[in-house]
């Protein structure tokens, strides 16, 4: 079981929209993926149709309480695709961990006693560098850095990479960035297009090759309950999340599932 966090402090970068919508792309191939939805607003659990009167064991009974994974999800409309959801109380779960031993592993541990029922766990982290956000970086294999093509992009991403130098100091030697993906790109505004070029030019190999274009269909599909990929697959915004889990797979150990996402 591979474990990425999407993370960024920043907010409105398609942390969410990423985490949905790359879950649904990897759960096309085959491969089982549980969503984590780490963030108190709960989008990502609204965002695959989750109701809140679903939600009776969530991300804040694993950090709080920690309840077993196998215990915690909701399979959604996607076949392949489960979600541990968010309920209102993790609003208040930063400060209730500050009275626990190892408050940074609470999520590690719940992981270390999991089944080998999931290939892949995203977490969608909330926009901040906190003790939710570092939890979910204790525990994971590497970081998936979603990033808005707008002129503060690399000065957010220095604070982050900071973050995660410490918690790989002191916590997670093995934390590794799986990559940066671009969000938000529009090809009409010069802006974005120098904004690409200094990420890659700072970043190199990193930065996935493929981009998440401004994209209505995105914006939308949260609204109906559903992922963009089954909203309206035929998309820009579909076809490039289809892209992106391309190239993550290539980037993932090769025991992970090979199956090729069809277009």
Same mark, same amino acid.
């Given at each position: 079981?591979?474990?990425?966090?999407?993370?960024?402090?920043?907010?409105?970068?398609?942390?969410?929209?990423?985490?949905?919508?790359?879950?649904?792309?990897?759960?096309?191939?085959?491969?089982? %993926?549980? @969503? =984590? $939805?780490?963030? /108190?607003?709960?989008?990502?659990? &609204?965002?695959?149709?989750?109701?809140? *009167? !679903?939600?009776?064991?969530?991300?804040?009974?694993?950090?709080?309480?920690?309840?077993?994974?196998?215990?915690?999800?909701?399979?959604?409309?996607?076949?392949?695709?489960?979600?541990?959801?968010?309920?209102?109380?993790?609003?208040?779960?930063?400060?209730?961990?500050?009275?626990?031993?190892?408050?940074?592993?609470?999520?590690?541990?719940?992981?270390?006693?999991?089944?080998?029922?999931?290939? %892949?766990? @995203? =977490? $969608?982290?909330? /926009?901040?560098?906190?003790?939710? &956000?570092?939890?979910?970086?204790?525990? *994971? !294999?590497?970081?998936?850095?979603?990033?808005?093509?707008?002129?503060?992009?690399?000065?957010?991403?220095?604070?982050?990479?900071?973050?995660?130098?410490?918690?790989?100091?002191?916590?997670?030697?093995?934390?590794?960035?799986?990559?940066?993906?671009?969000?938000?790109?529009?090809?009409?505004?010069?802006?974005?297009?120098?904004?690409?070029?200094?990420?890659?030019?700072?970043?190199?190999?990193? %930065?996935?090759?493929?981009?998440?274009?401004?994209?209505?269909?995105?914006?939308?599909?949260?609204?109906?309950?559903?992922?963009?990929?089954?909203?309206?697959?035929?998309?820009?915004?579909?076809?490039?999340?289809?892209?992106?889990?391309?190239?993550?797979?290539?980037?993932?150990?090769?025991?992970?599932?090979?199956?090729?996402?069809?277009?």
């Amino acid at each position: 079981m591979k474990c990425i966090a999407i993370a960024n402090q920043k907010g409105g970068v398609g942390k969410t929209t990423t985490a949905i919508n790359l879950g649904t792309a990897l759960a096309a191939t085959g491969m089982r %993926v549980l @969503l =984590i $939805d780490l963030d /108190p607003q709960g989008n990502c659990s &609204t965002g695959l149709g989750i109701n809140r *009167a !679903d939600r009776d064991r969530s991300s804040y009974d694993l950090l709080i309480g920690e309840a077993a994974l196998e215990d915690s999800y909701i399979p959604t409309k996607v076949p392949n695709l489960d979600i541990v959801p968010a309920t209102v109380d993790l609003s208040g779960a930063e400060i209730e961990l500050v009275e626990f031993d190892e408050r940074t592993h609470r999520l590690d541990k719940v992981f270390s006693r999991a089944s080998d029922r999931w290939d %892949v766990v @995203l =977490i $969608d982290c909330p /926009p901040s560098l906190g003790l939710l &956000t570092m939890n979910a970086m204790v525990a *994971a !294999d590497s970081l998936l850095v979603p990033l808005q093509c707008e002129f503060f992009a690399l000065e957010g991403l220095s604070q982050l990479l900071n973050t995660v130098e410490r918690i790989r100091t002191r916590f997670n030697p093995g934390l590794s960035i799986l990559g940066v993906a671009l969000t938000m790109y529009d090809r009409r505004n010069r802006l974005t297009e120098q904004v690409s070029e200094d990420v890659r030019a700072v970043l190199g190999k990193v %930065v996935f090759d493929t981009v998440i274009p401004r994209n209505v269909r995105l914006s939308e599909a949260p609204s109906h309950g559903l992922p963009a990929l089954i909203y309206d697959h035929r998309c820009s915004g579909s076809e490039a999340y289809i892209a992106l889990a391309r190239e993550l797979i290539a980037r993932l150990p090769k025991t992970a599932p090979r199956d090729v996402i069809a277009a």
